[in-house]
């Protein structure tokens, strides 16, 4: 009989997932807060892009590397934030494998996406700022077309092996998720086997990643920096430093509740499980919901335009 069991249950074809465990009790009024930041997420970046597309003006790489931005936040945020409040609100806990792993790749894929797009706005604040008079003919619409491939290309390649491992994996222990998503890790837990391929790969990926986008970013920011200071007035100095200011936003936005979840992950083994799931939630969440208003407030032309949509509507 356990044999039969076990062999029915080495592929599983729906997982349960328990949403935060721990914290049931408290799941609609949870639900309360990631619904206003879900839906100010969806707003935000649709707004974003609409403005973009509709006001010729804001036809430039920095613009466009934002509308990259913005897709990327509503793909990220859509993934995983309608399954994770049907719990909340319907407890409707189960998730057929294959979703879930199309979930976990999705995830995987746009958060490497949304680090590169990162790095691609950098570059655009470098040569805007240390080489400004050869900003148009260096950042052409062919180069941020091949950027923009290039980051998708890189996102959707390392992130192929994740639900890929993953499905290999033989399932015989329970298909019982203590998460809200399909989280990487959470998955590959339940198999019987030894999953440390799964486990390096991640670990790999994040490191190499974040690594290496962060070192670029932080290139490009010195030499800013230094052509920054190197200006005669402290007036020129303050506004060219606040075109950056934005994008500085976006990268703590990103980077600080995505390093703050790796380490309470690998090292917080005496955190509690509930807050290593709302931490895993804020990383996916917080960046897609201040995005849109990092942008919206402190870019004067998307704030014009946005104002003059809503006196015309109104």
Not at 246 to 251: A, D, E, G, T, Y
Request: glycine share 4%.
């Amino acid at each position: 009989m356990s044999d039969s069991n076990t062999s029915d249950f080495t592929n599983p074809s729906t997982f349960i997932l328990l949403g935060i465990p721990g914290l049931e009790a408290a799941h609609v009024w949870i639900s309360i807060p990631f619904c206003v930041m879900y839906v100010t997420a969806i707003l935000g970046n649709f707004t974003i892009l609409l403005i973009v597309k509709t006001e010729p003006r804001l036809h430039e790489p920095m613009y466009y590397f934002l509308c990259m931005l913005a897709v990327s936040d509503l793909v990220l945020s859509t993934s995983t934030l309608p399954k994770s409040l049907s719990i909340f609100w319907f407890n409707s806990r189960e998730i057929y494998f294959s979703l879930c792993l199309a979930q976990m790749y999705f995830i995987h894929c746009f958060i490497t996406m949304e680090s590169g797009i990162i790095v691609a706005m950098s570059l655009d604040r470098y040569v805007a700022i240390c080489d400004p008079l050869r900003h148009s003919t260096i950042l052409t619409n062919t180069v941020v077309a091949n950027i923009g491939l290039a980051v998708v290309l890189r996102g959707s390649i390392l992130a192929l092996p994740y639900p890929f491992l993953a499905r290999r994996w033989p399932y015989c222990r329970t298909n019982i998720i203590s998460h809200t998503y399909c989280e990487h890790i959470a998955v590959v837990k339940l198999a019987c086997a030894d999953i440390r391929i799964s486990s390096y790969y991640g670990l790999s990926v994040a490191l190499l990643v974040v690594g290496l986008d962060v070192f670029f970013i932080t290139v490009s920011y010195i030499q800013i920096l230094r052509a920054i200071f190197s200006l005669p007035t402290k007036d020129a100095r303050f506004k060219t430093f606040g075109t950056c200011g934005s994008h500085l936003c976006v990268i703590l936005a990103f980077y600080i509740p995505g390093l703050f979840s790796f380490l309470t992950h690998r090292f917080g083994h005496n955190v509690p499980p509930h807050f290593h799931i709302l931490i895993a939630n804020m990383y996916i969440l917080l960046p897609s919901t201040l995005n849109p208003i990092i942008y919206g407030v402190r870019t004067k032309q998307i704030w014009d335009r946005l104002l003059w949509h809503i006196t015309h509507i109104y």
